[in-house]
């Protein structure tokens, strides 16, 4: 079962604008890593923060992580018509070893 | 940094034959592989886990004799969908941890669409 979920399942800005995208989880996580889907391309690797982390950055991205409210944000600033895409948040616990991922959010960001 | 790869990016077969889809890590020792699936416009969904040399450990739902996964090596990972139909049509994606430390990053690869006719 999915045990990440993203809102908002949609998202439209304009650019320059600032997106932020929220992302909870159920069960207790090693790390939580962001990814960056372009529509019918493959997965591109964003930031990933680990549990004892509470945020990182990574250019015009910010991730943030609430290990008591079992959520994550990532923040993309001053946004471009480029970072069009849907975002997943995926969840990974080390005994695991797979992540779990989100539904995803759809950011468009018009030009 | 780790790169995955996977061949073919996309295939096109008639319904009820099988397609086999390639997953290697190029620069790293991958002791565990995970394939995934996507629908459009909607979220991935694990189907196995595959560790190298034993057999793959199914998500409920995934039939395994249909979605044959084959860990021969620590750089190649292979899902071969049998009989395909065409509502196995997909993106089919893999994924591989680095074996030689104790990482918790997973490599994705590009993945490959699959279309049944």
């Known amino acids: 079962s999915q045990q990440g979920e993203e809102d908002p399942q949609a998202l439209s800005i304009q650019e320059g604008e600032n997106a932020t995208m929220n992302c909870s989880y159920k069960t207790s996580i090693n790390n939580l890593q962001w990814y960056r889907q372009n529509s019918g391309r493959g997965l591109v690797h964003l930031i990933l923060?680990?549990?004892?982390?509470r945020e990182k950055h990574s250019g015009r991205l910010r991730v943030t992580l609430d290990t008591s409210k079992k959520s994550s944000s990532l923040l993309i600033t001053a946004s471009r018509a480029a970072d069009t895409a849907s975002y997943f948040c995926?969840?990974?616990?080390?005994?695991?070893?797979?992540?779990?991922f989100g539904d995803g959010t759809t950011l468009t960001v018009k030009p | 940094g780790a790169v995955v790869s996977q061949h073919p990016s996309w295939v096109i077969c008639k319904s009820g034959t099988s397609v086999k889809i390639e997953c290697r890590s190029l620069d790293f020792q991958a002791t565990t592989m995970f394939w995934y699936r996507q629908f459009p416009k909607q979220s991935l969904m694990l189907m196995a886990t595959?560790?190298?040399?034993?057999?793959?450990?199914?998500e409920q739902g995934v039939e395994k004799d249909k979605f044959l996964i084959n860990h021969a090596s620590l750089t190649l990972s292979t899902l071969t969908v049998t009989s395909a139909h065409p509502e196995d049509s997909s993106f089919y994606i893999c994924s591989a941890r680095d074996g030689r430390e104790k990482k918790d990053e997973q490599y994705f690869g590009p993945g490959t669409r699959l279309t049944v006719t």
């Open positions: 995926a969840t990974g616990r080390t005994n695991a070893g797979k992540s779990t």
């Open positions: 923060i680990r549990s004892n982390e």
């Open positions: 595959s560790n190298e040399g034993s057999k793959a450990t199914y």
